[in-house]
């Protein structure tokens, strides 16, 4: 509380502030008195439009930058100016100009002297207006297609953001995405896939890159991540059920080759020993620039908040592109990981204990000490990732293009993995699962054909694609328990939960359980999808999936023999509808969209089990106004889940459980005026149980999050001065309750609700760019978790400095 306040009610006090400054301030633009109107269009010199140009008045602080179309669009007082055309490696332009008030001024075409690569560079490089909000993705829907488009809701986190936050991790990131609400942090266990996150009443985790398979055991470190993007609800159509949740995906878009030397070298330090270089370094090849090759990498660590505690990680991220010839690219991705950890401290619940009988039903009311890791610090495990990726790219004419994908993600752990559970607000049992050379791959072939073509009058932007996944798990899990402590011992006393101690359990005889994960199986789908202009202004779209799994039975190390093999097959359909009530600026939007997930065994009458099906209808709006400054969607989701397995009687199941989860999602992301950027979020949720056990029929799963999140960043750069590059940003993320255990049988157990407040300082110079942050600035208590509680870090300070070249 603060004064007298819960955090909701600050969080909602201050996101309808945001909404209403944000609004005022870029109607105000829009509207001064004795200002007159400046538009215009920048092309390349084979007439191609050029996007995200800077374009400005000379010795002002008005301008913009060019859209898609290469238009671009301002407002600025009356009076006598040089316009001024240009971007870093692009020679500027300078054009005499006279602005009337109340009138439009148009600008002839402006050409630039550019070539493609340098054209691609100025796309993703430059330093936009509203530099937190990007137009277009290529990955969305597995095609070039703007946002206003589009039918499905998306967050994109841009590589401005990610620097303005001085973000090291992709977990830093997505507390910028509406909605989106972390669960655990990654295990840096093999098959785990990084951290996991709730979206729409779903778990989901960060397993995608560049649209393909990416897993990452561990932290997945931001140094190669251009792009973060977050699609909302099922997405098996394009995706598949393997990589994707019935909340969404998590794809991250890496950082691609360009013709010129370039790159930066930064190192990074802070509190809890926390020590970070990283660098990024491009170069061509060759004299034709034709061979291009790009590396990024890090050396991270982090320890912790906790008594005991750390993360240590290494990535190189090559990337090697070769332009055989103007139709024909192909490149060639690494990602190699190595790191240690130990575990996170996450507390779970004795299985079939009730939350009355443990004596506490809130986290806040335990008498733990908060930093207390409850063991010596040396049980730890080792992990490695070492993945592989291969695009080749052909132009087969003017209107169509093939692509064809590989990925091969190879994950490995090893070591120890402690972890407690509750048995009363004052005393823990302490436990051990280790992880013996466990391996998890994940190989994907892809093929796509894209196709931009008119039928008649009707244009059609269209991919045709076959996808093959294969999963192989090698992976083995054991452990024991320990022994039983009260939580207020005194601390050097919890020293002797440590590597000999275990070790010596281990030799002492079996484990407790062992829990083996091998199996391989193989998905092979094929699916259409096409986005039709119906007219300039209405859009329709539809695509299906056919997908057929097939699982070669679970291998046993005891019997030597493999069980439960199964084959299934599932269709997935996706139909959307745009309808753009302001050409490019506002559109209406509604879509269905499918998700499956393969099912294992037999019903109480001996039938075999079918795919389980999320279906979900959402409707909205989206804006793109005031030349680009104002962009936002809202949108109403429902989501219905069907053929959900559940208890028939003592012995045998049923599949007929339904799930429903429906919410309001919303996103603002504006430039009220020069300089000042503004991203802002907000999520409401409802889950629950339908047609299930009386235990549970009609209540919130225990997995679903908070009902309500938020979440805010302000940023202001200073755009001219002696102290030009000068900025500081200031946001936070908020979450309400959350009931982690939630049944009529077992009670319910609350991890309360937080805000969070984080603040970040920079100085950009041509060579050097320094920047300084503090996270959870109030020093907040507070805890994660699905079905467990997971304690978060406290108030972190970290510094750095950064070498451009």
């Not at 009337?100 to 330093?127: D, E, F, G, W, Y």
């Not at 470190?221 to 598949?240: H, M, Q, R, Y």
């Not at 039928?455 to 054991?478: A, E, M, P, T």
């Not at 157990?749 to 603040?759: D, G, I, K, M, S």
């Amino acid at each position: 509380m603060y004064l007298g306040l819960s955090h909701k009610t600050i969080f909602t006090l201050i996101f309808s502030a945001l909404l209403f400054f944000v609004a005022g301030h870029v109607f105000a633009d829009d509207n001064d008195a004795g200002k007159g109107t400046i538009s215009g269009y920048v092309f390349t010199e084979n007439s191609k439009p050029v996007e995200n140009v800077s374009v400005s008045l000379k010795g002002t602080s008005f301008g913009s930058v060019t859209n898609e179309e290469g238009k671009f669009h301002f407002k600025a007082p009356a009076g006598n100016y040089t316009l001024v055309v240009s971007h870093v490696g692009v020679k500027a332009q300078e054009t005499a100009v006279i602005i009337k008030a109340s009138q439009v001024t148009i600008v002839p075409n402006i050409i630039l002297s550019i070539s493609t690569s340098a054209l691609q560079q100025v796309t993703v490089n430059a330093n936009k207006t509203n530099k937190f909000s990007t137009k277009k993705s290529d990955d969305v829907a597995k095609m070039p297609l703007k946002n206003l488009e589009n039918p499905q809701v998306y967050t994109t986190i841009t590589k401005s953001l990610i620097t303005d936050q001085l973000a090291f991790s992709e977990d830093d990131a997505l507390k910028n995405a509406p909605g989106l609400q972390q669960m655990w942090n990654a295990t840096g266990r093999g098959g785990d896939g990084g951290s996991y996150y709730n979206s729409r009443g779903f778990i989901l985790q960060g397993q995608l890159r560049n649209g393909l398979a990416g897993n990452i055991t561990n932290t997945v470190d931001a140094v190669n991540i251009e792009s973060i993007e977050v699609l909302k609800g099922p997405s098996a159509t394009l995706f598949g059920s393997a990589l994707t949740s019935y909340g969404g995906l998590i794809n991250r878009v890496t950082k691609k080759p360009y013709d010129t030397v370039g790159g930066e070298v930064s190192y990074s330090a802070g509190n809890y020993h926390f020590n970070r270089v990283s660098a990024d370094i491009n170069t061509p090849l060759d004299g034709q620039k034709n061979l291009l090759l790009r590396v990024n990498t890090a050396f991270n660590y982090q320890g912790s908040f906790l008594t005991n505690g750390y993360n240590r990680n290494f990535v190189f991220d090559p990337s090697l592109l070769y332009k055989v010839n103007s139709r024909l690219t192909i490149q060639l991705d690494a990602e190699i990981s190595t790191g240690s950890n130990t575990a996170n401290t996450i507390y779970f619940f004795p299985y079939g204990v009730s939350i009355a009988s443990i004596g506490v039903s809130n986290a806040n009311q335990l008498n733990a000490n908060y930093k207390n890791s409850y063991n010596n610090g040396d049980l730890s495990q080792r992990s490695r990732n070492d993945n592989f990726y291969g695009e080749v790219k052909y132009k087969i004419s003017d209107e169509w293009t093939s692509q064809t994908n590989f990925s091969a993600t190879n994950s490995f752990s090893d070591g120890f993995g402690s972890y407690y559970y509750l048995l009363s607000k004052d005393s823990i049992s302490r436990n051990d699962q280790s992880t013996r050379n466990s391996k998890d791959q994940f190989i994907e072939v892809q093929q796509n054909f894209n196709g931009d073509f008119k039928i008649g009058k009707l244009r059609n932007r269209f991919v045709g694609g076959l996808d093959y996944i294969r999963n192989n798990s090698n992976q083995f899990f054991f452990g024991s328990s320990f022994d039983k402590v009260s939580l207020q011992q005194p601390t050097a006393s919890y020293d002797n939960f440590n590597k000999a101690s275990m070790d010596a359990v281990y030799a002492a005889g079996a484990p407790g359980f062992t829990y083996p994960i091998i199996f391989n199986s193989n998905t092979y789908s094929g699916y259409i999808s096409d986005v039709l202009n119906i007219t300039d202004r209405l859009i329709a779209s539809a695509a299906i999936r056919f997908d057929h799994f097939n699982n070669e039975g679970n291998y046993s190390p005891t019997t030597q023999l493999k069980t439960g093999a199964y084959n299934q097959n599932a269709f997935s359909p996706k139909f959307g509808l745009v309808y753009q009530l302001v050409k490019n600026q506002v559109s209406l939007f509604s879509n269905y969209q499918n998700g499956f997930t393969n099912e294992q065994g037999t019903d109480y009458a001996g039938k075999p089990f079918k795919p389980e099906q999320a279906n979900q209808i959402e409707g909205g709006v989206k804006f793109d106004v005031f030349a680009g400054k104002l962009s936002s969607t809202l949108s109403y989701y429902s989501i219905n889940v069907k053929d959900i397995i559940r208890p028939y009687d003592a012995l045998h199941s049923i599949q007929n459980g339904t799930q429903q989860s429906q919410g309001f999602e919303a996103e603002i992301i504006a430039n009220p005026f020069t300089g000042f950027n503004v991203i802002t979020g907000f999520a409401y949720n409802d889950s629950k149980y339908k047609n299930t056990t009386a235990d549970v029929d009609g209540l919130r799963p225990g997995t679903a999050a908070s009902p309500y999140s938020a979440n805010f960043w302000l940023s202001y750069r200073l755009p001219q001065g002696v102290l030009k590059g000068l900025g500081l940003g200031f946001g936070g993320n908020y979450a309400s309750d959350n009931k982690v255990v939630n049944s009529r049988t077992l009670g319910t157990f609350t991890l309360p609700e937080y805000t969070v407040f984080n603040a970040s300082a920079f100085y950009d110079f041509t060579k050097f760019r320094v920047a300084v942050k503090m996270n959870n600035i109030g020093d907040e208590k507070y805890w994660i978790g699905y079905s467990t509680f997971n304690p978060q870090q406290l108030r972190s300070v970290a510094a750095s400095v950064t070498y451009k070249f």
